[in-house]
């Protein structure tokens, strides 16, 4: 059994953190190697999700349901599947729940936990730490970029860091050399 149990502060409001969360679309385009695809009448819809488990690649198929409190911003997901191969089983279940942090940003809680069942399953349990906080970074990236903009909630000016400043010097010194070499060209023209 793989246990998740993650919580990411997303630098947004959380109305803005939820109209990402709550569409199975962007949620999807967050994620590296995942894919929707149909949905069905009853609500569901299919996805697939290719994973690396340190030297193994694994294409997993599910059907998936989600069910959504938009007035207190949480929300269940519930998937069941297999692997392309049709080794190895798995259902999974994940709660979400987003909250206001102190800064006016937002906060997204996920619980769940993944049950395997097959050939594969011992060595996927056995990566399943690495392959979670990796694919979380990822999202958080990506759910954070998403989230950005004009209602992106802009912590504090800070004093620049140090290869901040030495970036901005090198660009100016660049800029400096460029403007001057385009001056002497233009003077050998005349």
Do not use: Y
């Amino acid at each position: 059994m793989i246990k998740i149990d993650e919580a990411i502060a997303v630098p947004a409001p959380p109305g803005r953190v939820w109209a990402v969360i709550s569409d199975p679309t962007e949620v999807v385009s967050c994620i590296n190697g995942a894919e929707l695809g149909q949905f069905h009448d009853d609500g569901s819809f299919d996805g697939t999700l290719v994973v690396k488990f340190s030297a193994i690649r694994v294409r997993f198929g599910a059907r998936m349901s989600l069910e959504l409190d938009e007035p207190a911003w949480e929300g269940r997901l519930s998937a069941r599947g297999r692997d392309g191969q049709g080794a190895t089983r798995f259902t999974a279940h994940a709660n979400f729940r987003i909250t206001e942090d102190h800064a006016g940003g937002a906060r997204v809680q996920v619980t769940g936990e993944v049950a395997l069942a097959g050939k594969l399953a011992s060595v996927i349990e056995a990566g399943a730490g690495a392959v979670v906080s990796r694919m979380t970074n990822d999202f958080t990236d990506e759910l954070v970029r998403r989230c950005a903009g004009e209602t992106a909630v802009v912590p504090a000016p800070s004093r620049p860091t140090v290869w901040a400043r030495v970036r901005a010097w090198w660009r100016r010194t660049i800029h400096k050399r460029q403007s001057e070499q385009s001056g002497v060209a233009s003077g050998k023209t005349q």
